[in-house]
């Protein structure tokens, strides 16, 4: 089922800022022929994922539906969509942009969280145990630190430390 989409209560300013952020300059290209979307990898898993009307989502200003929308977390950075595009519109590029502009907004999928919590307590994206020190002075390795004190003040400079999941 499909909705009405009124324009006056989007965020129209959000296209302007995807347009003015490095790599999302090409958007306004898109004349939705659908080549990004019949080429996908994801879309041929996930019929509902579709690169061409994330583009007119953008277009329209719908600002909050595609920052939360888990397709733009879906991107597989393929570069296959960029590849195909007659007009040079650069989608993964844009995807990453949409990635960046929601992170910056607070709004990380859960998926990523994850990642960023572990990475957050441990300074890399899995705990190191003692196992893994051994194995690695076997090889003439030297040990890791469990913890990465520089990997801390990272996520404090950066406001990591305040992000929070997408709902």
Partial sequence: MSSIIYLDK????FKNLVLSTPGGENILRCFAC?????ACPVREIDERYNPRRIIRMVLLGMKDEVLRSDFVWLCASCYTCTERCPQDVHLTTIMRVLKNIAVSEGIIHPAYQTQVETIRKHGKIYEIEDFDNKKR??????????????????FELTGLTKREPKD
């Fill in 137 to 154: 002075g076997r090889l003439g390795l030297p040990p890791l630190e469990k913890q990465n004190p520089d990997m801390v003040r990272i």
């Fill in 34 to 38: 659908g080549a990004c979307s019949a």
């Fill in 10 to 13: 989007k965020n129209l300013a």
